[in-house]
């Protein structure tokens, strides 16, 4: 499981009841793991929407402000952003500044770009505001879409498939073993034991340093800035 599931598993390990954890969220945001079964899947599905979204958005010129899930995390935002060639990704992670973005947007309009995608984490929320402010500072129509638990349903794709069948082959490795106490992690490529105390209440978010925002950047994406 998620957050929850790792604070309840390490409260019951604490009091000698045998526990092994799986990362299981779509967020991916669990601390001492570098990925989270679910998450590729969310990112696929916001993916196909943000698509059909991009579609109208050329034909109409207008601006899309797309709001994906991510709970206290921006990565599904950042990964979904880039991927869509969005203008702007907005997460908690770096402040935003919408007369920036606004101005951009002008820019690049007078470039000859006649369609906008922003993306925005749920975390920030206000998604409906975001858009009235755009379309105020810059006079592009703009429309606001919230995707919602749809990101969270559907049949999980053959990444996550795999992924859940090796954590699982490991911890069930680690129970005949007698284990436990531990969640499955993944780092590095490899799968590591990491003990639930390291892992219950910790939330693991965006590198405002990473490179992908560095590389995002030279795309003419912006992370915040």
């Known amino acids: 499981g998620g957050d929850g599931s790792f604070r309840g ?3 019951l390990s604490a009091h000698g009841i045998l526990c092994v954890g799986l990362p299981g969220t779509i967020d991916n945001d669990i601390a001492c793991t570098d990925y989270t079964i679910g998450y590729d899947t969310a990112m696929n599905t916001a993916m196909e929407l943000m698509d059909k979204l991009s579609d109208t958005s050329q034909s109409h010129y207008r601006c899309s402000v797309v709001e994906v899930m991510g709970r206290g995390a921006g990565y599904i935002a950042l ?13 908690k992670e770096k402040p935003y500044d919408l007369d920036k973005i606004a101005k951009k947007m002008m820019e690049f ?10 993306v925005v984490a749920e975390n920030i929320g206000h998604s409906e505001e975001i858009c009235k402010l755009i379309q105020e500072k ?17 049949a999980p794709d053959p990444y996550d498939r795999v992924f859940a069948s090796r954590v699982g082959a490991v911890a069930g490795m680690y129970v005949l073993k007698k284990k436990y106490g531990v969640m499955v992690g993944y780092k590095d490529r490899e799968m590591v034991a990491v003990p639930l105390k390291e892992v219950a209440g910790k939330l693991k978010t965006v590198d405002p340093n990473a490179n992908i925002i560095k590389e995002a950047k030279s795309l003419g994406i912006s992370f915040g800035d």
């Open 79 to 91: 990964n979904t952003g880039v991927a869509s060639g969005a203008l702007e990704i907005i997460t």
């Open 9 to 11: 598993a390490a409260d």
């Open 138 to 154: 810059t006079g592009i129509e703009s429309r606001a879409t919230i995707l919602g638990h749809v990101q969270r349903g559907g």
């Open 109 to 118: 309009k007078a470039r000859g770009k006649q369609n906008f995608i922003i």
